[in-house]
């Protein structure tokens, strides 16, 4: 059991950590991407879900007996990053990948306002800044390019460019010493300085923090001394209001504290769509910096008419702003204030190219059925290049347009299964004589090459015979207590190949919307026959197309020809996953248990399919240094 020794030695490993994993569609791309010199060697996968580390380890410990491990935690946790690091013990991480949950940035269903996964992005760029990797790839749905008006998009970009070399820091504070001192109010300077020390350093110095707000509270005093009479001084509620926050904007430890508890009590208790989830956001909103900014900048401008002070009362707003500025907004306000002098821009310009520890592009959009999968699934990558590594703009597609894997070139053969049944082993599929055509033979990643196999015989033999040998048949369990015990290990020939049990007028609706090839077009049928539905949309699949995204509801694929559900094991292949790759656990469960247990099919329904994410592997390959 194991890898192939000839493969190993003429290669060198490229070391790889999976983060918000799920059920491995990305680990199991990266295993299968390959050089002529280089392959990935899988470190650590991590997800906060049992069943995802039960099919992880199923597959990758005991299946294909690598030592990788698995971190199942959630990344919010103060703990989760030292655990990390305790994990990887010290082993050089060349590559890391993730994909932050992405249902509150998608187009598909409501998008929750404050939702907690909104805020992985930012534990996820923790986890970049401590491990240094030479890439990183983070994964989402295109909602994300639109959400907020391309304002959420612009913030990924400017924190990914606000990563910094420490080392690099000295550098940048002799040029602007240099260039910038002098030309700008002395207390302006004072403030970028401290503020890039509390950029480029994860954990700022107190002192640093003290001595930005003992600038801003002298700037303060200084205004309502000089403006305003004593008594106003002490009692307006415009000045009040610049106080309190100050202390407010500096206690951010404590509102951090408070926002993470209302908005984790919001995700546990399902507040969404109701009469609670305004009041909540609300409560969020209003402490959180950019509405005390807001607030503060407001009565500050208050302050300026009161005491004739408007060019004191600018100074102290440009501070405050650039508090709340990434990085990357710092480098912006420098460029402005160097003026016009090619030659300094210039060599300031060379010079953030080395303080800068990542470069990215733009975000790289992608459609798996350019990559062989027979599915039209959209995402946008954000890929993150180090300063000594070349910058990734695109990842190269693998299939012509023409040449696109079809829905019944993937599942012709697993359409055996009548009503309520199960199948554990091979057998006669029904026939389909009128798209016997389209079978075609293939390389592994899509393209037509008559010395290939074809799709589903590469799902049967699987992906990986380059460089594994599987001595451990696959094996499936329902759970964590099943997987420690070798008796209750099922072993079969075909895996998660099950249909539900549906009533008569349940098939008959399936039959109805299948005839019309369209549930719009079926439901004056429907509502005639009794057998109108709330549900708000069935899809039936195309066999001369691709599928559209395929998702995490059993029901919502309807069968081109059987006139039913998708079964798991179908949706796998409209992913491009190998059939000996087992989806472990529960096949389904119902409403909120799905976002606990995580079902076969939402394992399935969130993968990144592997065919593409062996693409994205493939150019990283490519390109490391």
């Known amino acids: 059991m194991g890898q192939k020794k000839e493969f190993l030695k003429s290669r060198k490993k490229v070391t790889f950590v999976d983060l918000f994993a799920g059920a491995g569609g990305i680990s199991e791309g990266f295993m299968q991407a390959y050089t002529a010199d280089k392959y990935f060697d899988f470190l650590l996968a991590s997800d906060i879900n049992e069943n995802c580390e039960l099919t992880h380890r199923v597959r990758y410990n005991e299946v294909l007996g690598l030592d990788t491990k698995f971190l199942c935690q959630d990344i919010m946790d103060d703990s989760f990053l030292p655990n990390l690091l305790k994990e990887l013990a010290g082993k050089q991480v060349d590559v890391v990948t993730g994909g932050p949950s992405c249902q509150s940035f998608s187009l598909a269903g409501r998008r929750k306002k404050l939702d907690k996964r909104d805020d992985l992005f930012y534990h996820y760029l923790k986890v970049i800044k401590a491990l240094r990797p030479k890439y990183f790839v983070m994964e989402n749905v295109k909602g994300i ?91 307006n509620e415009a000045v009040n209001t610049i106080r309190h926050g100050l202390i407010l904007m500096k206690e951010k430890h404590l509102r951090d504290e408070i926002r993470k508890q209302i908005i984790q009590l919001k995700t546990s208790a399902h507040i969404d769509n109701d009469r609670f989830v305004e009041h909540y956001n609300f409560i969020v909103e209003t402490i959180s910096t950019e509405q005390i900014l807001k607030t503060t900048l407001a009565a500050i401008d208050d302050v300026a008419l009161l005491g004739d002070c408007k060019n004191d009362a600018e100074i102290i707003k440009s501070v405050l702003r650039l508090y709340v ?90 359409d055996m299964l009548g009503n309520g049944e199960t199948a554990t082993a091979y057998r006669q599929p029904n026939s389909q004589k009128q798209y016997e055509s389209e079978k075609k033979r293939r390389s592994l990643q899509g393209e037509p090459d008559t010395r290939g196999l074809l799709y589903t015989e590469w799902s049967k033999i699987g992906r990986l015979g380059h460089r594994f040998t599987f001595d ?74 691709q599928s559209p995204t395929v998702c995490t509801m059993p029901d919502d694929f309807i069968h081109y020809s059987a006139c039913r559900p998708m079964t798991v094991r179908e949706m796998a292949r409209l992913q491009s996953f190998d059939d000996s790759f087992v989806f472990q656990g529960k096949r389904q469960t119902g409403g909120n248990n799905r976002q606990k247990e995580i079902p076969q099919y939402t394992l399935v329904g969130n993968a990144v399919p592997p065919l593409m994410a062996r693409a994205i592997a493939n150019t990283i390959l490519d390109h490391i240094k």
Not at 189 to 210: A, D, G, R
Not at 379 to 384: A, D, S, Y
């Open 145 to 235: 390019l639109t959400k907020d008006e391309g304002r959420i998009k612009e913030r990924i970009i400017r924190e990914i460019r606000s990563i910094v070399d420490p080392m690099t820091l000295g550098q940048l504070l002799d040029f602007l010493d240099y260039n910038l001192k002098g030309s700008i109010p002395t207390a302006l300077y004072s403030t970028l300085v401290l503020k890039l020390k509390m950029e480029v350093n994860e954990n700022p110095k107190i002192k640093e923090s003290e001595s930005f707000f003992e600038l801003l509270d002298g700037l303060l005093r200084d205004l309502t001394t000089k403006h305003l009479p004593y008594n106003v001084s002490k009692s």
């Open 325 to 414: 500025s990434t990085f990357d907004e710092c480098v912006d306000f420098i460029r402005v204030h160097l003026g016009n002098n090619d030659g300094v821009l210039e060599s300031f310009d060379r010079l953030m190219n080395n303080v800068r520890l990542y470069n990215i592009d733009k975000p790289i959009v992608v459609l798996s059925s350019n990559y062989g999968v027979p599915q039209n699934r959209e995402r946008v990558l954000f890929i993150g290049c180090r300063n000594d590594q070349e910058l990734i703009s695109n990842i190269p597609h693998t299939v012509g347009e023409e040449d696109k894997v079809k829905v019944f070139e993937a599942i012709w053969d697993l």
């Open 472 to 545: 451990k048949e696959p094996f499936y369990v329902a759970s964590m207590e099943e997987l420690k015990s070798p008796k209750k290990h099922k072993v079969m020939e075909l895996f998660n190949h099950q249909t539900s049990l549906q009533s008569e007028s349940v098939r008959k609706r399936l039959s109805i919307i299948a005839k019309h090839k369209d549930y719009n077009e079926a439901k004056d049928e429907l509502k005639a026959s009794g057998l109108a539905s709330n549900k708000r949309n069935y899809t039936v699949l195309d066999p001369l197309g």
